[in-house]
């Protein structure tokens, strides 16, 4: 395992450019007296901290596609052939997705919780790994795939009790699936989706859509404001596991820096708001979190395993 420190860290704080044997260990310690010396932070973390769980993120190193962009909005709601090809997908993909369990970045995060450091934690991520690792206060800012929406008579049912529905409807279908990709989605052989038969709304039969904000699609504006909340209400910002591409994570990074606050980045690669931080740590998220905890004796605490959590 190996930390870097950002251009942007090293010019502010020379000590911590120099190589040397102790880096690390230094660079740790200077995130966890960071924390320790903070009185609440808000949190925004991204797909980086659920990589480890074994979900896919969207972008590389440099922040850019990792993948080719994921359907978006305006075509799911315009085209019945894009529904069949997102729900077909998710179909497959969701066996995937719905089994993964948090890792050790979350349970870093949920222990930092405990010790009463956390004011809210602001995820991009729809996979509620933050509540099952024990975070209490999350806003899922970019909703819940766990979660189905109908468009028509605004009904909400699990997406569990969707899939089942799926199968039901396509009992004879069968995919050649490619590869897993972000957000429970699969790449499947050309033209796999076209015999799917997408399940309607249980209710009103209308049309049904993931209950997450697509790509394209607007964060509704009682969310974003209960965030900006948050961060307002926060004495830092730290940003764990996202490149911050999407304005929609980077605005608050934007809103910390514009009040004055100071912004931490754990991240491993480039992020849009590299510039904005106070301290940018450059690593696995899981790694670096967990031993800044083990640097801060007098405030960790250790995660309850009891949860659920995976090493
Ligand atoms: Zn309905």
Redo the contacts with the bound molecule.
Sequence with gaps: MRYEVSSQYAARRRVLAAACANCRLRIVSALGDFLSRTGSLAVLSGAGVSTGSGIPDYRDRSGDWKHAKPIEYGPFISSEATRRRYWARSYVGWQRFSAARPNAAHAALAALDDAGMIDTLITQNVDRLHQRAGSRNVIDLHGDLGKVR??????VFSRAGYQRQLKRVNADWHAEVFRIRPDGDAELADGTHEGFTVA?????????KPDVVMFGESVPRDRVDEASAAVDRADALMVVGSSLMVFSGYRFARQASASGKPIVIVNDGRTRADDLATLKLEGDCADVLSDALDQMPTRSRRPNFCRGISS
């Design positions: 109908c468009l028509d008579c605004n009904s309607d709304c249980f209710h009103c039969g209308g049309m049904v």
